[in-house]
Structures are given as C-alpha cells and as structure tokens.
C-alpha cells in the first residue's frame, strides 16, 4: 500500500505556481520522498526526488518540511501541458531498480 | 535516445478471450516492469524482470496472466483468458542495473484494454 495521502484533485491558474502537498506521516529516516506525473493517455514521467534538504530542478521544486511528516511539489509557473495526475511516492535509500508504489495521486487541472 | 516502446496502443475483446502486449525497452536497460493501472487508480506492478530474470511476480494473477522475457530485451505479457476486471491500462517501464541507490524508471504509452 501507499505511504502517503494526497488530494484527489486541485485546480491552479495558468501562469500561477501549483503547489501540491502530500502526507507521509509515517516515513522513515533514510526514505526519500520522489514525484511523478501521469499526463493524459501517457506514462508516469519522473519529476523529482528528495530526502530532507529542498530540491529543484528544470521541472519543479520540492520543499520538505524539517520532521518529514510532510512535502510540497511546486510548479513555479503552471502551464496547460501540466495538467496531469502528480504522484507522491516514498521508498527506500537502496531502491535501486525496485518498483515504484503509487497512490492515487492529486489530478491538477491547469485552467486558462 | 528512443523511449520504451508498447504494441498494440489499444485492444479490445470480449471475455474468455486471448490477448498479448509487446514492449521494447529503452536499450541497455535490464531491468524491465509490467504495471496494469485501473481507471482512477495508481499503476500496480504485475511483475518484474532483470534480463531474462524474473525478480517479482507476486502480484501477478498466474492462473491467467504470464509474461515473458526471453533474450533479455524486450517482453510480452498474456492474459488467458481474460476477465472483465482485466479491462485496464497495461503500463510496461524499464531502467538500468547499476549500483545507484535510484535509477529513473521509464515508462512506455501503456496499452488500453478493453474486456467486453
């Protein structure tokens, strides 16, 4: 099962930032906290990972808060080709080619 | 560099039926998943292989479902014979075998089945 909770859905305006948050109240010290994203009709594409220091990188930036209970994706300027399911995923520092665990992710609508 | 590839993009049949799904990792990735994914749920791991290995088919339904992986490279994925919960996207991903603690997966279009 999934070790996280996330909305069902969020709407955000084009142009503005899209921040989505997800609970993993229950994750451990050496887990790390990885996004992806499902866009219509395609395949779940790689966003970001992080284990407690914020990351970013060309697609978006992950704030994690300090007791990890918790995390925020930002999309830093929402466009429609980011309408998509986004997927919060924790797994273990030596996952290496382990299978990804997927909720249900948060669907986000990006609306002109 | 190409993506993963997956054949036919859409299928549909009616129960008891027969169907098969192709998939061509990325090249040099020997690792390879198969997902099925259910409207409005996240994609669920059928089975896993590294090369021609299977590593994980604990969620695989082996009364109906098989999969194979010969020459280590590309794979196919059987359901025999189908049942209307089978109706779902078959997602196949692929990664390579190192020794980082993560590799990306990558994932194919999926195909669309339809069991009628």
């Known amino acids: 099962d999934a070790k996280t909770t996330q909305p069902p859905s969020m709407d955000c305006a084009e142009g503005r930032a899209a921040n989505l948050p997800c609970n993993h109240s229950?994750?451990?010290?050496?887990?790390?906290v990885y996004w992806y994203r499902q866009i219509h009709s395609q395949g779940p594409q790689y966003i970001i990972h992080g284990l407690k220091n914020n990351e970013t990188n060309e697609m978006a930036s992950l704030i994690i808060t300090e007791d990890r209970k918790s995390s925020t994706l930002i999309l830093p300027h929402a466009t429609l080709r980011d309408t998509a399911v986004y997927y919060c995923?924790?797994?273990?520092?030596?996952?290496?080619?382990?299978?990804?665990?997927f909720g249900k992710g948060t669907r986000l609508s990006v609306i002109a | 560099e190409a993506g993963v590839a997956q054949s036919p993009r859409y299928k549909i049949i009616e129960k008891r039926q027969s169907v098969a799904f192709w998939c061509n990792p990325i090249?040099?990735?020997?690792?390879l998943y198969w997902y099925q994914q259910i409207l409005g749920q996240g994609p669920k791991l059928l089975i896993q292989?590294?090369?021609?290995?299977?590593?994980?088919d604990s969620q695989l339904p082996k009364d109906r479902f098989s999969a194979e992986r010969l020459k280590g490279v590309d794979s196919t994925l059987k359901i025999q014979p189908a049942k209307l919960e089978d109706s779902a996207v078959y997602l196949c991903?692929?990664?390579?075998?190192?020794?980082?603690?993560?590799?990306?997966?990558?994932f194919g279009p999926g195909t669309r089945l339809t069991v009628l």
């Open positions: 090249s040099g990735h020997a690792t």
């Open positions: 292989f590294q090369n021609n290995g299977v590593v994980d």
């Open positions: 229950t994750i451990s010290g050496n887990e790390y």
């Open positions: 995923i924790v797994r273990g520092p030596h996952s290496g080619n382990t299978p990804l665990v």
């Open positions: 991903a692929s990664s390579r075998l190192s020794g980082s603690f993560y590799n990306e997966q990558f």
